[in-house]
Each structure stands twice: as C-alpha cells, then as structure tokens.
C-alpha cells in the first residue's frame, strides 16, 4: 500500500493511463458533480454572472453546496500525480522551473483541497481569522497557475530544445490556452481604471445588461478550462517514459 501511495504521489505512471482513463475519468465525474451543485441552486445559477465559489457556499446554496465540495475535492487528489508526473520529464531541460512548478502546483492543490472542505465537512475557516477562506482560495487559484504556467514554460523549452518546434508553433499553442486569462485581466483592469458604479459581479449585472466580457465569473470559468487545457496539452505531448529511464532502457538493452 505505501509503494502504491508513493507511486501515486510521485506521478511514476504509464501516459496511457493518464490521458486515456485518469483524465477523462476526472472530467465526467468533476462536469457532473458541477452540475448537481448548479442544478440545486436557489433561483438558478448563472455561470456567466455567478463567480464559483457561490457553488460552495453553503449558506448560499445548501442543497448543492456539498456537491460543489466534492469536485473541488476531488480534482485536487486526483490532480497530485500530475505534479511528478511532469517534473519527471522535464526536469533535464529545465530542472529548477520543473522543480518550481511542481511544489507550487502541490501547494495549490493542497490549499485547493482545503477550501473544498471549508464550510461543509469542516467548520468555517474564516471562525479562525476574517477572510481566511478567501485567502485560501486566492493562494490555491495562485499557486496552481503558477504551478501550470512553470511547467508550460518548460515544456515550450523541450519542444524548442528537443523537438525542434518552431518559435511560431509555440506562441500559436501558447496562445490558445492564454486567451481566458488575458482576458480575465483586460477586464478587471478595465473596471478598475474606468470609473463605474458596478461593484462586485452578481446576477443583477445580467439585469443591467452589463456585456458578459466584463464579468469576471466569466472568464473564471473560462480560465479553469484553461489550466485543464494546459496540463492536457502538456500530458498528450510530453514523452511517454521519462528521458532518464528511456536513456537506462536503451543502454540496458
């Protein structure tokens, strides 16, 4: 049992059985547990105006909120084999980012499983300082981006160093996936600096008739495609078996 822990932890598994069962696995289960909680929403759930931690909020949707729990959950310990499976094949062209992103993808993914927990399977965080879910939320958001983007660097590195990709190649799939976190930013920053009297996003700015690609729920969800995008991009990618052990198997051999 402690060997196959260990094993899980490090990420040491056939790429088969990541992109052809984990993965898709993962994105059913996760896609319907997401929609239980939305289906239990009171009044409706708006994904274009409503941010997803609502979806968690027991005191705001309590028939579904434990739902919202579970995926979140859930996509945290099921995400933890990504952080050495990536590590393990990128690591020779770019071991301290590798190594960066990984520890900060699990971090995130620790701080991620704790907001899942937050406010239906364990008393409130925010009972121990103000704001301390919130917080939780941020650093976990925070740390699985840089943890994405840390290995996506140093995967545009192999695919240049390695594969000889064209410098082309790689802007056009980096910008793929880009595009909801540019445009999370553009809009935030546009709020900011453009003087309104909007406030927070809310199901009233559909009412208001507020463009959606202002909303920052928006782009939220767009930017959870993103990453999702990222680590698949990544895993089809990336070389089946780590180049250290693909160099031992040919010398053995």
């Not at 590195?157 to 410098?167: D, F, K, T, Y």
């Not at 406030?199 to 495609?225: D, Q, T």
């Not at 031992?248 to 051999?253: F, I, N, R, T, V």
């Amino acid at each position: 049992m402690t060997r196959l822990i260990l094993s899980y932890l490090r990420g040491d598994w056939p790429k088969w059985l990541l992109v052809g069962v984990w993965g898709p696995v993962l994105s059913l289960v996760v896609a319907w547990l997401f929609a239980a909680s939305a289906a239990r929403f009171p009044g409706g759930y708006d994904w274009r105006y409503d941010v997803m931690c609502r979806l968690g909020y027991s005191w705001v949707n309590p028939e579904g909120s434990v739902y919202w729990s579970l995926a979140l959950c859930l996509v945290c310990v099921m995400g933890l084999p990504c952080c050495g499976y990536f590590r393990l094949r990128l690591e020779h062209v770019s071991p301290r980012l590798s190594a960066f992103a990984s520890r900060s993808l699990l971090a995130g993914l620790a701080a991620g499983f704790l907001v899942g927990l937050d406010g239906v399977f364990l008393p409130r965080l925010d009972g121990l300082m103000p704001k301390l879910h919130e917080v939780t939320a941020t650093f976990a958001f925070a740390a699985i981006f840089f943890g994405v983007i840390g290995f996506w660097f140093a995967m545009m590195n192999w695919l240049r160093s390695v594969q000889h990709w064209s410098i082309g190649a790689c802007v056009l799939l980096s910008l793929l996936v880009a595009v909801p976190f540019t445009g999370a930013m553009v809009s935030q920053a546009y709020l900011f600096f453009v003087p309104n009297n909007l406030g927070w996003v809310g199901p009233g700015w559909a009412e208001l008739g507020i463009p959606v690609y202002l909303s920052f729920a928006f782009w939220e969800w767009l930017a959870i495609a993103g990453i999702y995008l990222c680590l698949y991009f990544m895993a089809l990618l990336l070389p089946p078996t780590p180049p250290h052990l693909a160099a031992h198997g040919s010398a053995a051999s």
